[in-house]
């Protein structure tokens, strides 16, 4: 039975209050039967915020989630110093992903209500969808299974499991350049004198002396908004980008410098039979620790004697180390054992310093690796 005819057909039973029988609908699976209950007497007038809140709720089980949605915003519109009422737009927008806004809504309700576990809970799961487990195990910590949702311990473990991955967590960096899309370039040129996608193409000319304008299949890995891409276009044949952020990769077809664009995790690049001789990775291995899946990919889809040119920040040990910005750090040691593991040979590894933090040079290095013959 379709929403619209559900609606026309509801009928209540005599002298049955209308919130109790669409909660026992809700919960007996019949939800669409419950939001044509609630609609009509919301239209009218004749509801309150509890029927308000009820609707909202029955909308999204009944799978409306833009009716839901917009039931939701009308209702904390309506209401914009009452705490259910922020929870239940920001329950909506965490169900379509709209992470930035449903983290703002539900820290809006512990505003106004702290002691609201069902927003504390929220918040956390919307942590943790960022990719931010810290965040997510500080909300999570003031509850309990009992009180608030039998999967608690599932999400603290969860947490647990992304805070100690020897990478970012991919919805953590999707998360993070969504909401910098809009003016990526500014800041990270203007502010943060951005320096890599430069830095790299200068090691393309130190180790590929015979470099030729338009000969080259080129991947830009962590593509972003296309500076790389950009720097490089010029000696390309056919220049690929891949980056997980939706937005970043908008961005970056609006460059229009790209032959293809795909939104994808760059440890696992498509394997669609296409092979190339250099790939770019301007400020993307900053994200991953451990960088043998990201090598062992890229060294899978590059030509005989092809390159690989990275940026990333330097670590003093003799490993890897997630530093205090989210940013992982690499040595010069781990770099040469990591690639040659992965089947590279050293083609150089020079210092440089890819951007600024604060006004002050970030110490890194610019890493060329070749496959061989």
């Known amino acids: 039975m379709s929403y619209a005819s559900t609606m026309a057909n509801a009928r209540l039973p005599p002298d049955t209050d209308p919130l109790s029988h669409a909660q026992s609908l809700i919960e007996q699976g019949r939800a669409g039967e419950a939001a044509a209950i609630l609609t009509p007497l919301i239209e009218s007038d004749r509801a309150g915020l509890p029927a308000r809140l009820l609707q909202a709720r029955a909308l999204q089980a009944h799978g409306q989630a833009a009716l839901a949605m917009e039931s939701a915003r009308e209702t904390a519109l309506l209401h914009p110093d009452v705490a259910e009422a922020a929870l239940s737009f920001a329950e909506r927008l965490l169900s379509a992903g709209l992470l930035p806004s449903a983290i703002a809504e539900f820290q809006r309700s512990l505003r106004l209500e ?3 576990h069902a927003a504390r809970y929220g918040l956390g799961c919307a942590w943790l969808a960022a990719g931010e487990p810290e965040k997510a195990l500080r909300e999570f ?9 039998p999967d608690l311990p599932a999400r603290m473990a969860e947490a647990e499991r992304m805070r100690a991955a020897p990478r970012s967590d991919a919805r953590y960096v999707r998360h993070l350049f969504d909401q ?28 590929m002396p015979t470099l030729r304008n338009g000969t ?11 500076l790389a891409g950009a720097a490089f276009r010029q000696v390309a044949k056919r220049l690929d980008g891949i980056d997980l952020s939706p937005s970043m990769v908008d961005r970056a077809r ?5 032959d293809r664009l795909s939104v994808g995790d760059v440890e696992a690049i498509p394997n669609g039979g296409e092979r190339y ?9 900053v994200y991953l620790g451990d960088l043998s899946p990201v090598f062992a990919a890229a060294h899978r889809v590059l030509k005989p004697a092809g390159f690989f040119l990275s940026t990333v920040e330097k670590d003093e040990g003799e490993g890897f180390a997630l530093g205090p910005k989210r940013r ?5 040691d781990y770099l040469k054992a990591a690639a040659k593991a992965a089947g590279f040979e050293i083609a150089g ?14 110490d890194g290095l610019a890493v060329a690796l070749q496959k061989p013959l």
Request: glycine letters at 10%; aromatic letters at 6%; one cysteine or more.
């Open 114 to 116: 702290p002691d609201l």
């Open 141 to 149: 910590g003031s509850l309990s299974a009992d009180n608030i949702a």
């Open 180 to 207: 910098f899309s809009s003016d990526y370039d500014a800041r990270m040129v203007g502010e943060l004198g951005y320096a890599a996608p430069r830095i790299l193409r200068e090691l393309a000319t130190l180790v």
């Open 216 to 226: 080259l299949d080129i991947l830009d890995l962590g593509c972003g908004t296309g």
């Open 254 to 258: 609006r460059r229009g410098v790209y």
């Open 277 to 285: 001789d250099l790939i770019v990775a301007a400020d993307t291995l």
């Open 328 to 332: 992982w750090r690499h040595s010069e």
């Open 349 to 362: 590894v020079v210092a440089c310093s890819p951007r600024t933090e604060g006004s002050i040079a970030v």
